[in-house]
């Protein structure tokens, strides 16, 4: 085959590579808070703003809050984000003795249980539950947003308002004495306070998918105000309270890629096709068979021909020369 096919294929390929590439996916709406799902609420740019913004360190770790308080470590600013009823429910003890020890833990869930705000002296009144029906129906039709109104760090921040996608706030606490409020809705209902316990601080939010990509990238300033009260100490994040949904494992292609030995028996199946795509795409015929030419007898012909003649010619010039003796 010549050099032009191959280039043609090859060509082929990258195109179709491309334009694969820059087909639009479709997004799945399923709050994981997977510090490897891209998806709108997943917590790879979350997880990816803070590992550079937060000056004593950021990661993110399966450990439950047990575990963490056996460690014997300085305090560090913990965060937990849930939302309903998935995965393992936080201890509330271990939870109020992290606290106290001097750590500071935010706590974002759509709904807190009732041991822990009768522990609190406070009380959470549950809106709506995430459902991610619900969700696209309120974004094709326009639903009005809700208003969080920021009201907290009055020396620092400038009160400030943010328009919010009413199935984001899942939940609103009330009678917050003594804690702080820091953001409420409609001027009324608290979505995040301050609850300070012994040398420590209990961050309660009741809009866990503020914290999500999708958050991220819409709702910076709040999420940052949120982040900036964890900023003085080194932040862990634990997923122990989390379904493990192994984002980062449900392609088989990853899984292949990260092995070395898997890796290059992709990369040879995909030679393998490409070949067998480039064989194939030839026009295919019967096999002509060689034949031998037929002998030229010709020129053998003129050279006996031309023999006879010398042959004969010497013969008369002999016959005349014994003529001429006998004369």
Same mark, same amino acid.
């Given at each position: #085959?010549?050099?032009k096919?191959?280039?043609?294929?090859?060509a !082929?390929?990258?195109?179709? !590579?491309a334009l %694969?590439?820059? #087909?639009p996916r479709?997004?799945?709406?399923n709050?994981?808070?997977?510090?490897d799902?891209? +998806?709108?609420?997943?917590?790879?740019?979350?997880?990816s703003?803070?590992?550079?913004?937060?000056?004593?360190?950021?990661?993110v770790?399966?450990?439950s809050l047990?575990?963490?308080?056996? %460690?014997?470590?300085?305090?560090?600013?913990?965060?937990i984000?849930q939302?309903?009823?998935q995965?393992?429910?936080?201890?509330n003890?271990?939870?109020i003795?992290?606290?106290?020890?001097?750590n500071?833990?935010?706590?974002?869930?759509?709904?807190?249980?009732?041991?822990?705000?009768?522990t609190?002296?406070?009380?959470?009144s549950s809106?709506?539950?995430f459902?991610?029906?619900?969700?696209?129906?309120?974004m094709?039709?326009d639903t009005?947003y809700?208003?969080?109104?920021?009201t907290?760090?009055s020396?620092?921040? +400038?009160p400030s308002?943010?328009?919010v996608?009413? +199935?984001?706030?899942?939940a609103?606490?009330?009678?917050?004495?003594?804690?702080v409020?820091l953001a409420?809705?409609h001027?009324?209902?608290?979505v995040? !306070?301050?609850?300070?316990?012994g040398?420590?601080e209990?961050?309660?939010?009741?809009?866990?998918?503020?914290?999500?990509n999708?958050?991220?990238?819409?709702?910076?300033?709040?999420?940052?105000?949120?982040?900036?009260?964890?900023?003085?100490?080194?932040?862990v994040?634990?997923?122990?309270?989390?379904?493990?949904y192994?984002?980062?494992?449900?392609?088989?292609?990853? %899984?292949?890629?990260?092995?070395?030995?898997?890796r290059?028996?992709?990369?040879?199946?995909? !030679?393998?096709?490409?070949?067998? #795509?480039?064989?194939?795409?030839?026009?295919?015929?019967?096999?002509?068979?060689?034949?031998?030419?037929p002998?030229?007898?010709q020129?053998?012909?003129?050279?006996?021909?031309?023999t006879l *003649?010398?042959?004969? +010619?010497? *013969?008369?010039?002999?016959?005349?020369?014994?003529?001429k003796?006998?004369?």
């Amino acid at each position: #085959m010549s050099r032009k096919f191959w280039l043609f294929i090859v060509a !082929l390929m990258v195109l179709l !590579l491309a334009l %694969e590439y820059q #087909m639009p996916r479709r997004f799945v709406w399923n709050p994981t808070f997977a510090h490897d799902d891209r +998806q709108p609420f997943g917590c790879y740019v979350f997880d990816s703003v803070l590992a550079t913004t937060m000056p004593h360190g950021y990661t993110v770790c399966r450990k439950s809050l047990s575990q963490l308080a056996l %460690e014997k470590a300085s305090p560090r600013s913990i965060i937990i984000i849930q939302t309903g009823y998935q995965g393992e429910r936080v201890n509330n003890d271990t939870l109020i003795a992290l606290a106290s020890r001097g750590n500071r833990i935010l706590y974002a869930d759509s709904y807190f249980s009732s041991e822990l705000c009768d522990t609190l002296r406070i009380h959470c009144s549950s809106e709506n539950y995430f459902s991610e029906s619900n969700f696209r129906k309120s974004m094709e039709r326009d639903t009005p947003y809700d208003t969080i109104h920021w009201t907290g760090d009055s020396t620092v921040y +400038q009160p400030s308002i943010t328009s919010v996608h009413p +199935q984001f706030i899942n939940a609103c606490i009330l009678d917050t004495i003594p804690a702080v409020p820091l953001a409420k809705i409609h001027y009324r209902d608290v979505v995040a !306070l301050s609850y300070p316990i012994g040398k420590g601080e209990l961050i309660l939010v009741t809009t866990p998918l503020m914290f999500t990509n999708y958050g991220m990238l819409n709702y910076t300033e709040y999420v940052h105000r949120l982040m900036n009260r964890l900023k003085p100490l080194p932040v862990v994040r634990t997923e122990a309270y989390m379904p493990n949904y192994n984002v980062a494992e449900s392609s088989p292609f990853r %899984e292949l890629l990260k092995r070395p030995p898997l890796r290059w028996a992709l990369y040879l199946v995909l !030679l393998g096709v490409v070949l067998m #795509m480039g064989f194939n795409a030839r026009r295919r015929q019967r096999a002509i068979p060689v034949e031998t030419p037929p002998r030229n007898y010709q020129l053998d012909f003129i050279r006996h021909i031309g023999t006879l *003649q010398y042959m004969k +010619q010497k *013969q008369n010039k002999i016959w005349k020369k014994e003529k001429k003796e006998e004369a």
